[in-house]
């Protein structure tokens, strides 16, 4: 069957294409792409091509297609998974193989699997490892985001902290304690806040810095701080660049000691030096986001490092644990995902927002694979409604919502727009 997908073919090179899927092998799965949120990884892949670690070497003869934040219906089950998965049912998908040791992942390594798709076949070591997972939910965009959410939650739980005079890592956040997020007013940044807020074992002080004025007022009305306070969580919003000394602030703000816990969601070594310099007494410092530049490095202070036992953790991806962890809070209303989506498109628009993802700064750009629509931001909804009644609906069905997307708003994108 003939599907359209993005390719990548070279070190920004991505196209839109229809091509023919061969027949699924009896260890392989059809499925039918719904929705798949843009990653920065993606971003970082194109801009790299075969230089990426998990980009094969042969694009330029054999593409492969991009994108891993997905969701869908399965469309067709080879005879060896016959019985665990079945036609029509909805799933979301746990990129992160590690697959016999290998770096291979959807998104980055398969000429037929990757979410910015109509179609796509799964390989078999995706099944083997249980990596297409049952979706029960109402909206895919939900279960396309829980991928990101779990790169979170497993950054969360790779923190660890450690007692004096004892080898043992306690993991995870210090309950109770003090955390900065740094640079977290972006999309990952408020999704690190959602998880932080809902956990049994919160922070009481929850610190998230950032550059933008702007974005920083959209993440204090999605999380008001006198909503936390009441839940026992003293929630403050800074920006920094308004600030002669940071570090000096951060730590006035903490009452002059530095923080259990801190996450870096950019790769700029001023705010990971920023991050290393707030540590408290076996402060852990979680280096979130992943930089291009092979060679980005930032001074350390080892003096705390060995007299303080502070310590860096960083991870890529999460697990599956992870991943059905996000769903379920998910599911539960525990976190809610839609904070971190600010536009909206169809396949058509995917290669172009990727391409442009860092020098169009937005929240999550999210892609609804079966439709033709530009990428559009939900806040001009109601601007381009005033002469597309489709779009005065979408903005209707956001406002629901505090101006979020939502799964009226999908059920009627996917109703109204045309097919790729």
Known sequence: MKTKAVRLYG?????????????????????????????????KAAKLGSDHKRVPKNIDKEPVIVGHETAGIIEKVGKKW???YTVGAKFALQPALNYKGSMDSPGYSYRYCGGDATYAIMPQEVMELDCLLDYRGEAFF?????????????????SYHTTMGSYEHRMGTLPGGTMAILAGAGPMG???VSYALQMEQHPRRLVVTDIDEGRLARAAALFPPEEQKRRGVELLFINTAVLSDPVARLIEINGGDGYDDVFVFAPVAPVVEQGDAILGKDGCLNFFAGPVDTAFSAKVNFYNVHYGATHIVGTTGGNTDDMREALLLSEQGRINPAVMVTHVGGLDSAAEATLHLPDRPAGKKLVYTQISMPMTAIADFGELGKTDGRFAQLAALCNKHRGLWNAEAEQYLLANWPEI
């Open 82 to 84: 016959q019985g665990k």
């Open 11 to 43: 070190k920004m090179d991505l196209r839109l294409e229809e091509f023919e899927l061969p027949e699924i092998k009896d260890d392989e799965i059809l499925v039918k792409i719904i929705s798949d949120s843009i990653c920065m990884s993606t971003y």
């Open 190 to 192: 408020l999704g690190a």
């Open 142 to 158: 939900m279960a396309s985001l829980a991928e990101p959410m779990s790169c979170i939650i497993g950054a969360f739980h790779a």
